[in-house]
């Protein structure tokens, strides 16, 4: 028998390293199996096998695999292939992939290879509780039950509420209810198993898989099932289909559909949402679908939670619903039938840092194209991205533009701030023709909500006589001022000053607050509408989980009647009472310096617009902007998304940007500006003599140009349309190795950014 090779993914960035398998190991290991090697000076690390082959790997030595650690493949060969992938488009390595994908408990490591090995690998058991055998008929437990009731009354009532919860016509038969479900104490359980009314048995915990037939659907309507059929038609076609869906118009109910017939054949759904706050609604929503079966994977769960889901997924062969983020993707689902991207346009599906930078979304298109999976991404203002996939045929389209039920379409007004404020007719940020709108609202009892994409007061203070601004000495970013504490924040770094009351430049006059955030907007509109009940919900506010939540909960419930926010507030919300959207400033919206600000400005504006009238009454919009002929703007207000398209394509390809190019951002960080500018300028040349001068900008500053004391540059890659995006990336690779060589800059950090969002 000739010599086994296994090569083996590393936690590092690094390649997979080959290692030989001795004959006794070559019995038990497999593609996926977790192993140890010997790397540099007696360091032990942990892997997993990518592939065994009999290619003799071409150097003098080669070292052995000590041990196993894990048989049972912990990637599946469909995953490998995913994380190779990954690697190759995203410019990293599997070994980074790897990091991504599995949960921290799971994470093969340098220090200890035990945690492979370790008891979390068994699944979670859990404790169900039953009638004990003793108490099977209703003599016995009618009996039993009167003794208790005269000084026991906690345990009479924990058990009314077990006959109530398993159902009193199987509780002679043996039913169960998971420990855990009881609301009563573990004090009084454990006192009816010790009294021979109840017992525990340990179960291991279910794998979850759904009965087709529990799952809870609604009617769909005649517009909804035509867009149903037609995406199953697309699905005969086209492995991705894009749902453009206007809001409202109830494309979580097709979701549900689609969902529902993939599980029915057995097979596995991921549900994919963007990284919001508020997801809980729509989670709410699938619970009532899909009941107790639903997954829900996300970044905030416990590290014990996310490993025993990823064993239980890896375990099982189908019949899975998982809702999560983005890192969802990357969980170990067999036999997966379905990927629903929701709001597909959203930027948090791509990872910008650390590596893998990798979109969820492209992923699961790949997913469908290479593993056999269909995907649906869905959106009420597709990325230009999908449209252009769309409409060149690559991906399916469907079109369902009407609302859901009596839902109608707000009724958009643009309100030009510089003629208010000249008429006299703009008081606290607020034009006549929003104010106007709000106190209609009020009067009829329904709700406001005000959009305005600055936290704090002001979003910059500045000195009336010298011109100075505060700002934020670690990143050079002008600092947010609060009034409540009277202090300057850095939104990126966290760094907080007490603002200053004499210039620190001029020594003369006070600094002012400049321009508008949420709170300054939450105080104009308590002082403009006195009695109404005003809330407000921005990143300040989300930084306590409870406090977010108890916002969300009282506008929800009608305890408040205005609501101001950030981005937070435009997406996945469903408020029925809402009547009036407010945009307090759209031109901060489109002045980001970004190839997408025009897009983004968009897909915000309507998105928002599409929180209002969600039900039966007639919403209204009022966009405040100082461009009141900017082309974006009126598209956003007619909510006319082909031509904002039309015009935007336009200027994409004109100027050399997505979906017309792809593009690489090449970032270079360090201490020392000097060294980090004169390594950028190196790194720039050869990377246009390698791919061409006009295919590479020279080095410049990003957006934020400065973190903590760390200085950062940025060179740009463009492959246009017809050149090989694999040729292109080799290149670079090439040009990154030679700086790594190089003694003077090799200490500057460099990172790749693949399709940056
Ligand atoms: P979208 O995701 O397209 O913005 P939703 O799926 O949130 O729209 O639907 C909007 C509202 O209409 C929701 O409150 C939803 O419950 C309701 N709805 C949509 N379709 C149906 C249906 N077929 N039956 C009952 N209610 C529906
Ligand atoms: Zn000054
Ligand atoms: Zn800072």
Known sequence: MSTLYADIILPLALRPLSFAIGDELAEVVDVGSGVAVPLGEGKVYTGII?????????FKRIKSVLSVVRSEPLASPSQLALWRWIADYYMCTEGEVMRAALPSLLKPNAESHDLFTNEVFSLGCEQMLSLAEGVRSEEALSQALEALLPRRKAQYAAMMEFCDKVGTDKIFTGGAIARRAMEASAAVINKLVEGGLLQVARVERSTREIAAELISHTTLSEAQTTALDAINQNFGRHQSVLLHGVTGSGKTELYISLA????????????LLPELALTEQLIERLRTAFGEGLTVYHSHLTARARTETYIRLSLSDGGQIVVGTRSAILLPLNNLGLIIVDEEHDSSFKQEDPAPRFSARDTAVWIAHNLG???????????????YNAYTGKYGYVRLDERYGEGQFPQVTISDTIRSAKRGERKG??????????RTALAEGRQVMLFQNRRGFAPYIECPDCGWSGRCPQCGVTLTYYK???????NLCGHSEPAPHKCPSCNVAEPQPQGFGTEKIEECVAELFPSARVARLDG?????????????RAFESGQTDILVGTQMITKGFDFEGVSVVGVLNADNLLCRPD????????????????????KDNHGRTVIQTAQPDNHTIIHAASGDYYAMARTQLRDREAFGYPPFARIINISLRHTSAELVTFGARKLARRLKELIGPEAVTDAHPPVVSKLG????????VRIERGASPAEVKALITQALVEFGRDKVVRRISTSVNVDPA
């Open 50 to 58: 990518s592939r065994i082959h009999t290619v003799r790997p071409p």
């Open 260 to 271: 529902a017939k993939t599980l029915a054949e057995g097979r596995s759904v991921l549900y």
């Open 595 to 614: 190839f997408r600000a025009e897009e983004r400005t968009f897909q915000t504006i309507v998105q928002i617009a599409g929180r209002a009238g969600r």
């Open 484 to 490: 409540k504490g009277d202090k300057l924040r850095c």
């Open 709 to 716: 004391d760390v200085f950062i540059l940025e060179i740009m």
């Open 540 to 552: 300040d506010v989300a930084q306590s989980a409870s406090r977010m939540r108890s916002v969300i």
């Open 429 to 438: 940020h607020i034009n006549k023709e929003l104010s106007d709108e709000i």
């Open 373 to 387: 999976a269909k995907t649906i991404l869905g959106s009420a203002t597709p990325s230009l991205e999908s449209f």
